[in-house]
């Protein structure tokens, strides 16, 4: 499941900032929640990681790294914190790779979808 990106409408994957009082991978089980509406169970381990520039509001750009959290999905919600924000949509995992905007994000989907589920998580 992909969402967009609020401002360019980018096809991305749920992420955030880094929160202190939450552990990472709550972090990600949170911001799926939050930007998708989805809830379920959140591997405690990332299956990767990947490097993209975010474009600040003053327009410089930070590099930014992204660890990557599997959800075994188990509810999906009708509505959500950012759900006028943004679009969700589920679709396999090689139509993702091919919708996602963010070029080091890709071999890893593509590796992801070579991993019979429920070993992924």
């Known amino acids: 499941m992909l969402?967009?990106?609020?401002?360019?409408?980018?096809?991305?994957?749920?992420?955030?900032?880094?929160?202190?009082?939450l552990t990472p991978d709550a972090m990600a089980a949170r911001e799926?929640?939050?930007e998708a509406g989805v809830l379920g169970?959140?591997?405690?381990?990332?299956?990767?990681?990947?490097?993209?520039?975010?474009r600040m509001?003053?327009?410089?750009?930070?590099?930014?790294?992204?660890?990557?959290?599997?959800?075994?999905v188990t509810r999906v919600l009708d509505t959500w914190p950012e759900m006028d924000q943004r679009e969700r949509r589920w679709m396999r995992i090689d139509d993702a790779a091919?919708?996602?905007?963010?070029?080091?994000?890709v071999p890893l989907l593509r590796r992801l979808a070579q991993v019979p589920y429920p070993a992924a998580l």
Not at 6 to 13: A, G, M, S
Not at 41 to 54: E, T, V
């Open 3 to 21: 969402v967009t990106s609020r401002e360019t409408r980018r096809w991305i994957l749920p992420k955030g900032w880094i929160k202190k009082k």
């Open 32 to 34: 799926a929640f939050e």
């Open 41 to 54: 169970r959140i591997a405690s381990c990332p299956i990767g990681d990947y490097h993209y520039l975010k």
């Open 57 to 72: 509001p003053d327009g410089a750009a930070i590099e930014c790294d992204v660890a990557v959290y599997l959800l075994e």
């Open 98 to 105: 091919a919708l996602i905007s963010d070029g080091e994000l």
